[in-house]
């Protein structure tokens, strides 16, 4: 059931629960790890429960599987076990957890598919104050002081009915196995010794014994939470022949209290030394806890729960990271530690203590015991301040740690001490910036003077590592001015100041509210049997959330089975002069290495004229780009044999990385479009305003939970092969995989039992891995199975485009958008793939919801040496309407008119044509339109937040109301077609099979609810076991939101012909039970789409079959001194027609939006100059968390709407609401631009996407900013790209 998903930490999908027996206290802790980085050697005496450990389908369900399922918490599923442990060891501690306990259990926890929201809310009835209308959404909560729901409330739809669930019991959970309890008190005991293939494990008892190892073999490292160690041994391919485990050393646990402080063993956990601190606050004076206070504020930032349970304190300390969260909070605060080796030595942690990267001044022999963590003194203040790139559980930019004391009863400064991460190689003090304010008073006067000292006393070179320069420069004087504004009100707090001080300043608001979802009751005369319409929990949750659910890396091994590794190029552009993988043949378990010369039949795939090679063999074209690869008998085995490969280059000249290279060398994928209507270059001419100009929009990755995954299995007679894949286009790896080998697509099953997830980034690319892993099936006639590690995946398979978008605007004085001229470029990669098809959808959405007379589009796929870019969710839309809600954004900013008004006057009324002359209805855009408004209390709450931004200097509101229209369909008329089998067999049961893959968006429990209703059946007699290319053949992709649509009607057809030839039988016998009609007798179709097209020449066409309407509306609070932002509220109304099934719906509502919010706000990609992606894993590279989940996130589906272009009315969802996101990103704007007002800036401005704190920050042109001297481009390397 356990999952991986990252294997560093960072994902939270392997999660379980670790129980040890404490035989001093006769107690027993539990606490959540992650899997991924828990060595098996350091587990002895524990026990672990792992998701299938504490319920099953078959016996009973536990009350947190029942709940997140029940609640639509589960989509792909991938992160469902990791969830539900999570939440399970917090209730293994806390039955009744608050909702910050809940928030907190969940934060190092990631979901690609539901936006957190379900999840949460399934969590919350959990808590003590759940049982009332706040749990499911109620609006009018007795909680926030409103009746309790009345009436009317309780008849609108649920999503749920928690009434049903099952009460938690916590008598009835597994108990600790007492064999364990009976070792631990028994044993005398004994160094335990564990060998492996390559190192050895050695766990003394004593502290002698320990420190004897560890002067006896120095470089062997102390593993305690290996949360350090562990991913240098996994991802740098670090080995330690050698570990030493000191976790059952008694004195690196031990906490003694003295008049001065404590001493906390260095072996305890990071969440111990929460709780220890937080223990002992209540006993002493306040005075005497700064420094404890601090130190809990900062832990409560570090990393996940699952890490601060296992990392240790002295790990942490030893593992001297330049951006550690603890060590400049332990420096400021004078922290020592106590080392033995030979004798017993004490050390401060200070200045000296930090030699460099990753280092200190401790000899290698040294053990840490304890660290000493004094009290504060009177008069002292110490504070813990950072900013990172994600709000949770992430790595800081700039973290702090300051201390100052001051004379008795005076601001006059005797001592200040401020430490600094993330500003060098290692934790920094400026001790300059302190010497210049020792001595004065603590005023602005003082400050000033320091600041100008400490830029130049933490300066970094424009290309330092990790880039952001100008923004961590410009933090360390934010962060030191927060400090000064706190310290400041507590001066005044104490009468130490009297005069009147600058406001102060308050955290970002974080407490969750509950949400809305609001969907319409199916009609009163629907019979009670047929699910269509109404909510129904997605027909997989439940395994999903025991952990029986079988993705394709769960399909047991079988015999003789390898294992293929990819090895990869190094290079962007460069000659491969030779390959030598003699190496990498002798080591253990290798079997073979495959190249291009294994290829039995076509070595290359064609996309759209242009050719892909499977293996590079002359020139290689990317880093990242497959060259040849390992197998062994596992694993581990080939991870070594493909390091073990040397590939040799001569690089070739100019690289093309960013699309300005492309555009300076027309680097250019063909054809490039051109779309228009209207007379654009006159009517620029007849405008009152002309306005140029561009928004870069930075690519993104899928970050789909489960990688890319196949098995492929030769049947051992007449060429047939079985492939186990997780992808969302069975039919195109069939005929890859066909092609590959050279063989008929007759001979090629693909079996698709599920994805987790997909997002458009399992149709291409998996086609090409399918096929070089079939080449290693065919070469050995073995089973090979290829799963990709995450950094591989992420290195590998390329993202979302990033877009450049310039545009030319004229505009009269009253609004009126009169024409544009837009010019995107997509930075497409070394292949083609689907590009040229999203620049073309760029195109058909230039005019999102807009009626502009005259518009010009230009769109190039720009050729460059990075990984090749595909399909993600949206197609190429969400950059295109990026670009024109960024053009009305600035029309408005020139005009100085609010933003919405200019949206509302050019958006389409009444019958409207588009660009392409496709006729259509914009009444239920202008629906959703308002009723967003009013939904959202969209004016009142303007103007609230105009009154806030005048009141507050440092922190600013911002709102935002999106509008999208969204095409349904491929433009392609042959990918609209689907086909279904349906077998009813003789017991009555009804089995499924259709085109659609299931990846989290429920196409299987929706057809599940179509067959139920066409067969007049109960859902539980049909069954959906897997998409088979055996059994449905030539099927669409489950991409364009089309995945309902057209395999519902296939499903429709095949059910309604069945039912037909039931009718004699039905007719004879009408009384008679479904039963015993099917077994009176004894028992396929395809259905098509419309025509859809696209003519080019004539700029006209029917891409689509209908759009989906919607709009969105979000308010976020920006701290304009750190660029860290909240999502306040998001309000989205969606016209989806008649829901299929709302819980679904919603689903992809809210899941889509918050991938969205990701791409606009959060997730950045880094690449080399070099062209290496640097972002690699959930570390480096942040998708949204739970934290990131809007305060408050109603979601209303519009009522009263239908779709005759669909199945029962309904409308495909989804990919529309992603852009959406996009409300988060113009909020945001909406707060900076409230932020330059102050500076005295107004009109258009530039912020590109992601709206990252860097951009959001830099973009508010605070004081503290304008004092770092921007370096001068051209004139120094960047760490990284903007590619
Ligand atoms: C996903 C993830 C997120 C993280 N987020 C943050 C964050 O936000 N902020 C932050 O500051 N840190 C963060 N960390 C880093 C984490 O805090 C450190 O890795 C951790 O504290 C190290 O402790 P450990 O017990 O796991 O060390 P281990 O990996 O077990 O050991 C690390 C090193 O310390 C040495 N060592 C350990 N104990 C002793 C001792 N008693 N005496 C001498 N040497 C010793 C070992 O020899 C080894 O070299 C994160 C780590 C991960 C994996
Ligand atoms: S797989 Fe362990 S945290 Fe991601
Ligand atoms: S359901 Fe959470 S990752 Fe898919």
Known sequence: GTKSGCGGGGCGACTVMVSRYQPASKTIVHYSANACLLPVCQLHGA????????GSSKTRIHPVQERIAKAHGSQCGFCTPGMVMSMYTLLRNKPQPTMEDIMLALGGNLCRCTGYRPIVDGCRTFCAEANCCQANGGANCCLNGGENANESEQEKPQLFDQEKFLPLDPTQELIFPPELILMADASNPQTLTFHGERMTWVSPTTLEELVQLKAKHPKAPLVMGNTNIGPDMKFKGVLHPLIISPIRVKELFEVSEGPDGVWVGAGCSLAELHSLLEKRIPGLPEEKTELFRALIQQLGNLGSQQIRNVASLGGNVVSAYPNSDLNPVLAAGSCVVRVVSGGKREIPLNQEFFAGFGKTILKPEDVVV????????????????????????????VTTGMRVRFSEGSRVVEEVSLYFGGMGPTTVCATKTGKAIEGRPWDEETLNQAYDILLEELSLPPSAPGGKVEFRRGLTLSLLFKFYLDVLHKLKEMNVIKEEIPEKLQPLPRDIQPSLQEFQSVPKDQEAHDPVGRPMM??????????????????????GELFLVLVTSSRAHAKITGLDVSEALKLPGVFDVITAQDVPGKKTREMFGYEQELFAEGQVYCVGQTVCGVLADTKAHAKRGAAAVKITYEDLPDPIFTIEDAIEKSSYFEPRRVLFKGDVTEALKSADQVYEGKIHMGGQEHFYMETQSMLVVPVGEETEFKVYVSTQWPTLVQEAVAETLDVQSNRVMCHVKRLGGGFGGKVIVTSILASI??????????PVRCVLERGEDMLITGGRHPVLGKYKVGFMNDGKIVAVDYHYYANSGCFVDESVLISEKILLHMDNAYNIPNLRGHSAACRTNLPSNTSFRGFGVPQSLLVVENMVNDVAMALGRPADQIREINMYKGPSVTHYKFEFSPENLRRCWELCKLKSDYSARRHAIDQFNQQSRWKKRGISLI????????????????????????????????????MGQGVHTKMQQVASRELHIPTSKVFISETCTGTVPNTCPSAASFGTDANGMAVKDACEILYRR??????????????????????????????????????????????????????????????????LRTDIVMDIGRSINPSVDIGQIEGAFTQGLGLYTLEELKFGPTGILYSRGPSQYKIPAVCDVPLRFNVYLLPDSDNPNAIYSSKGIGEPTLFLGSSVFFAIKDAVAAARSDAGLSGPFSLDSPATPERACLACAMPFNKKVPASEPGSFKPWALNI
């Open 538 to 559: 997605h027909r997989s949750a439940i395994s999903q959330a025991t952990g029986e659910a079988v993705y394709c890396d769960d399909i047991p091994k079988t015999d």
């Open 47 to 54: 026990a672990i429960t792992t998701v299938e450990g504490i």
């Open 963 to 998: 509008p999208i229209k969204y095409g349904i369909a491929f433009a392609e008329s042959f990918l609209n077609q689907a086909g279904a089998l349906v077998h009813i067999y003789k017991d009555g049961s009804v089995l499924v099979t259709h085109g659609g893959t299931e």
């Open 773 to 782: 892993t079939s080449v290693a099936a065919w070469k050995t006639n073995r």
């Open 1062 to 1127: 039931l009718e004699p039988i039905r007719l004879k016998n009408p009384k008679g039970s479904w039963e015993s009609w099917v077994k009176r007798s004894t028992s396929n179709s395809a259905a098509s789409g419309k025509d859809h097209y696209i003519d080019w020449e004539k700029m006209e066409g029917q891409p689509y079959s209908y759009y989906t309407f919607g709009v969105c509306c979000s308010e976020v609070e920006l701290d304009c001194l750190t660029g860290d932002y909240r999502t």
């Open 370 to 397: 304890s660290v000493f963590i004094p009290f504060s003194r009177k008069g002292e203040f110490i504070r813990a301040l950072r900013q990172a790139p994600r709000k949770e559980v992430s790595f800081a930019t």
